[in-house]
């Protein structure tokens, strides 16, 4: 994320959050459920043409709510749509496939997360939009690499976790390497500094020479093997709930 943009989406969340601490607006510690919306797009019927079991939805969803249960947050699989189209199946970040897929299948409000699965492109496991462009509601959501749900076959990352990641983003959260070593980082105090992604599992890695910590590499928002990945921080919750409060 570009650092000017982001100063401009966080002066305008710092706002809005003045708001809540008032008492206006959602609790910040309430239990919160998300309607979740499924759209397997794929090239053909079969499990390598991108047509994902009901099986592997429902231990992504199982993953979900492991993941983000120390929130207070879980997951509703509303629906799930079943999409034939090469186009779509290939379908890339800012590409016209991509508008039109989402134009053709996004279902709910602003609150409803619509999880597209396809074969994306770009050496791509996944991207999300944030809560700050909730506006563009078409386009609100995340697409993740087919093979990267539970049992996908991708390798490393194919225990869900690529989703996991996604749904961070979309719920308002950035890369633990956000920034590097420079200030503010992420925009999280309890998740120390790094200054690259730790891809792999790099145990007792310190990056940043002033950071209170070791680089947070088993944090959801790295970019560790699926493996790695464990926790989130109880300040990344507090972050998410006041995005959620504000802007869904």
Not at 48 to 61: A, L, M, R
Not at 93 to 107: A, D, V
Not at 123 to 128: N, P, V
Request: charged letters at 20%; hydrophobic letters at 30%.
């Amino acid at each position: 994320i570009p650092a000017l943009e982001l100063a401009k989406a966080e002066e305008e969340f710092r706002n809005q959050r003045v708001v809540l601490s008032e008492g206006i607006g959602g609790g910040l510690n309430d239990a919160v459920v998300i309607n979740l919306y499924m759209h397997v797009v794929a090239t053909d019927e079969t499990l390598e043409g991108g047509n994902v079991p009901d099986s592997q939805i429902t231990s992504q969803v199982n993953v979900l709510n492991t993941d983000y249960r120390s929130m207070n947050i879980g997951f509703n699989l509303v629906n799930v749509t079943r999409t034939i189209d090469k186009a779509w199946f290939h379908a890339g970040p800012n590409s016209r496939e991509q508008t039109e897929m989402k134009q053709g299948l996004r279902q709910g409000g602003p609150a409803d997360l619509n999880v597209y699965s396809n074969h994306l492109g770009h050496k791509l496991l996944g991207y999300a939009t944030f809560p700050k462009d909730v506006s563009n509601l078409v386009e609100d959501g995340v697409v993740v690499l087919h093979t990267s749900l539970p049992g996908g076959g991708e390798g490393r990352y194919d225990g869900g976790r690529t989703l996991t990641h996604e749904v961070g983003h979309w719920l308002g959260l950035y890369h633990t390497f956000q920034g590097g070593c420079e200030e503010p980082g992420d925009l999280v105090d309890d998740t120390p500094s790094e200054a690259y992604p730790g891809f792999g599992c790099p145990e007792e890695r310190k990056s940043c020479p002033q950071s209170t910590g070791l680089d947070p590499i088993h944090n959801f928002m790295d970019y560790g093997d699926d493996s790695c990945m464990e926790s989130f921080t109880p300040g990344q919750g507090m972050r998410i709930k006041a995005q959620i409060a504000i802007y869904r």
